[in-house]
């Protein structure tokens, strides 16, 4: 029998360090890695497509099939309205990475649908009270 001698491999000149490959910052997070209990990131993913889901119907509502003309607080309203569904689809797209299995980054998307859900609670209490004519703006 004839012996192949086996390749070894040298990588020791294409190490990456690995600090270096990470974002800014990431590196802090890396060190105090607490991984999510199973099921949070699920919960959450439903929970934005739910709430993305009624704000593209609402808005869809409000500019297309709603009666009256538009004024500066139906405006106001359409931008409060166009604005939480960015921070949805911001937060819908943090959910969906990998490195939001963490708790520090898992805490930061949680902030961005905090902030969406404010701003579509104010888009929506906006125009119920512009189409309810509280405001004749």
């Known amino acids: ?12 000149d294409r190490q990456i360090d690995c600090q270096e490959a990470m974002e800014p910052g990431f590196q802090a997070i890396k060190a105090g890695r607490v991984p999510l209990p199973g099921g949070y990131r699920q919960g959450v993913i439903s929970a934005i497509t739910v709430l993305l889901g009624f704000s593209l119907l609402f808005l869809r509502y ?19 309205l166009a604005l939480a569904i960015v921070l949805q689809l911001v937060t819908l797209w943090r959910s969906l990475l990998p490195r939001d ?5 898992y ?23 512009t189409a ?6």
């Open 1 to 12: 029998m004839i012996d192949t001698p086996k390749r070894q491999d040298d990588h020791s």
């Open 101 to 105: 299995d963490d708790e520090p980054v």
């Open 62 to 80: 409000w500019n297309f099939e709603a009666e009256g003309g538009w004024t500066v607080a139906s405006i106001l309203a359409t931008l409060l």
């Open 132 to 137: 309810s004519h509280v405001f004749n703006l």
């Open 107 to 129: 805490r930061v998307t949680l902030r961005w649908f905090l902030a969406s859900i404010i701003a579509l609670l104010a888009g929506v209490l906006l125009a119920g009270l």
